[in-house]
């Protein structure tokens, strides 16, 4: 089954810019979409189709998708933004659906 | 607005089965599938299937099938989920998401649903 790699943790100081990866291979030929889960609150998504921002997420937030890697990009990151990030695609092949292992943001 | 809505928390005792409720609003109920999301404690996001809105058509990740079976009611715009033989390691949050006609991603979440597994 297909598998997505994201790093358990990314750390940021307030005002910088955060990026989260999220490998898997040939993933540039896939749509890559993006879920925020705040602490005890439900997934919320945040960019969809590689690089759509979902209504009404600021535009500090944007995707890319090349090659084994889509990225993430938190940019003037904010204390709100501290979160878990899980990225997802859909795989034609047994589990159509697949998440990756979730990224934790914390904001320094 | 687009919302789902889950039924409360469970307690259950291992081999006992629990049903999940998840009533949607806010838009024509079958246009859209509707998929199951559970997330055991500190971990992350896992699929556990679909069903289609209209012909209640589904789809189980491999691990769940013969122990889980999804069911809608059009009449009341629900979609139910139901684990048997529950074990320990099934005590989760359980989420249901809308699929998105347009693409396969999901938008909105329900608030989720606690499910303890315990003696």
């Known amino acids: 089954s297909y598998v997505l790699t994201q790093p358990p943790s990314v750390s940021v100081a307030p005002g910088h810019t955060a990026r989260i990866t999220c490998g898997g291979n040939?993933?540039?030929?896939?749509?890559v979409h993006w879920y925020q889960q705040k602490a005890g609150q439900a997934p919320v998504v945040v960019v969809f189709d590689d690089s759509d921002r979902s209504l009404g997420i600021p535009d500090r937030f944007s995707g890319s998708n090349s090659g084994n890697t889509a990225t993430l990009t938190i940019s003037r990151v904010e204390p709100g933004d501290e979160a878990d990030y899980y990225c997802q695609v859909w795989d034609s092949f047994t589990d159509p659906v697949v998440f990756g292992g979730g990224t934790k943001l914390t904001v320094l | 607005q687009v919302q789902l809505v889950q039924s409360g928390a469970e307690v259950k005792e291992p081999g006992a089965s629990v049903k999940v409720s998840c009533k949607a609003s806010g838009y024509t109920f079958t246009s859209c599938g509707i998929s199951w999301v559970r997330q055991a404690p500190g971990q992350g996001l896992e699929w556990m299937g679909w069903i289609s809105g209209d012909s209640g058509n589904t789809n189980y990740a491999q691990k769940f099938q013969g122990r889980v079976t999804m069911t809608t009611d059009i009449s009341t715009s629900t979609a139910y989920m139901e684990v048997r033989r529950l074990r320990s390691d099934d005590t989760a949050v359980y989420y249901c998401?809308?699929?998105?006609?347009?693409?396969?991603?999901?938008?909105?979440w329900g608030q989720g649903t606690q499910v303890t597994v315990a003696s």
């Open positions: 040939s993933i540039g030929r896939k749509s």
């Open positions: 998401a809308r699929d998105v006609p347009t693409g396969n991603w999901f938008d909105p």
